[in-house]
């Protein structure tokens, strides 16, 4: 009998095999997930915030007013729409002088974010020259499911959030460190002008550095406490500039409605995003790390959160993964790396 010779697929096969996939999760998931969960969406969670009055009566008080950059571009994107189109009612279960147009400036501005979101998130996720894993693609599609269940919570500015951060995780990987403070610093002067959850890219840049190796420590360091100075400023600045007493959280609620069954939940996916992270830096000592250096933001979700918000976990996640996925590429540039050189 004559031996079954051994096909290997070509070089060239597997990489357009691999740019087809990287096209199909590019465009694909942000249409299913724009058309399920942010067209024609009836939220009644989000309260009375669908049309132009409701609108500035929640996000221009408290601290929802320091959280400015996501709703001045909802507010443009909505003048853009009333000045080609005419507005009418659209019944919303919570918000009885609900707008159409005012509806659809929601979906614009999220549909927008997350589409770019996904696109970077695919960016990070995949090595270059590198054929997708199993595991990062289940990374990917479990970080996917928990953002699109969280956009039920809608808000303006949640999907700029995700998107500013992946601007953030990349920036560090540019060769040039001028091009990288650069990039950087617009994620976090953006970040900071649009919500407080911004101050976890800095967590996360100092756990990776903790944890690299002595070249790419330093460059970590310096770009987290970088990114903190520049959070710092602008969190600050926005509490004194703004007129109205400064607040730092809106109320304590102590979780909120459902406080402790959410919490449960919460800590379930945030195990199975650990477990998946975990796989290729078999390392637990960079969550605990990054857990203690997140320790304000996490008290004070704690203190004033609605836990059932899935997207008060999100940016948590992003970190995790960051972390994890980031300290596995350190481990093997280095592992690859001729005696006694390391790569940032």
């Given amino acids: 009998m004559k031996r079954a010779k051994n096909i290997t697929r070509p070089a060239a096969y597997k990489s357009a095999e691999q740019r087809g996939l990287f096209l199909a999760l590019a465009t694909v998931i942000p249409l299913v997930v724009v058309f399920s969960m942010q067209v024609w969406q009836r939220s009644a969670y989000s309260g009375t915030v669908f049309h132009l009055q409701g609108f500035i009566n929640v996000y221009g008080t408290s601290v929802y007013k320091y959280r400015v950059l996501g709703s001045r571009l909802l507010l443009e994107i909505y003048y853009?729409?009333?000045?080609?189109?005419?507005?009418?009612?659209?019944?919303?279960?919570?918000?009885?002088?609900?707008?159409?147009?005012?509806?659809?400036?929601y979906c614009v501005i999220n549909s927008i974010f997350f589409s770019l979101f996904n696109l970077l998130l695919l960016i990070f996720i995949w090595d270059k020259g590198k054929v997708l894993s199993d595991l990062r693609l289940a990374q990917y599609f479990f970080i996917v499911l928990v953002v699109a269940l969280s956009s039920c919570?809608?808000?303006?500015?949640?999907?700029?959030?995700?998107?500013?951060?992946?601007?953030?995780f990349l920036s560090v990987k540019l060769k040039s460190s001028w091009r990288m403070y650069f990039v950087l610093g617009a994620a976090a002067i953006a970040g900071s002008l649009n919500r407080e959850t911004e101050f976890l890219i800095t967590p996360a840049l100092l756990t990776v550095g903790l944890f690299a190796g002595p070249a790419g420590s330093k460059r970590f360091y310096h770009a987290g406490l970088y990114h903190l100075f520049l959070f710092a400023i602008f969190y600050v600045g926005l509490r004194v500039f703004l007129s109205g007493k400064p607040e730092v959280t809106a109320a304590f609620i102590y979780g909120g409605k459902w406080g402790l069954a959410s919490l449960i939940v919460a800590v379930a996916l945030f195990y199975?995003?650990?477990?998946?992270?975990?796989?290729?830096?078999?390392?637990?000592?960079?969550?605990?790390?990054?857990?203690?250096?997140?320790?304000?933001?996490?008290?004070?979700?704690?203190?004033?959160?609605?836990?059932?918000?899935?997207?008060?976990?999100?940016?948590?996640?992003?970190?995790?993964?960051?972390?994890?996925?980031?300290?596995?590429?350190?481990?093997?540039?280095?592992?690859?790396?001729?005696?006694?050189?390391?790569?940032?």
């Fill in 153 to 168: 919570a809608v808000t303006p500015y949640d999907q700029l959030a995700y998107f500013l951060m992946l601007v953030a």
């Fill in 272 to 344: 199975i995003g650990f477990k998946l992270a975990i796989r290729e830096y078999v390392n637990r000592r960079p969550t605990i790390v990054l857990l203690i250096l997140s320790a304000p933001y996490i008290i004070t979700i704690l203190l004033s959160g609605e836990i059932r918000e899935l997207r008060l976990l999100v940016p948590l996640l992003l970190c995790l993964f960051f972390v994890y996925i980031e300290l596995a590429r350190l481990k093997t540039e280095n592992e690859d790396a001729p005696d006694g050189q390391e790569y940032v």
């Fill in 80 to 105: 853009f729409l009333t000045r080609h189109y005419t507005d009418h009612p659209f019944l919303m279960p919570g918000d009885s002088h609900a707008t159409f147009l005012f509806y659809a400036a």
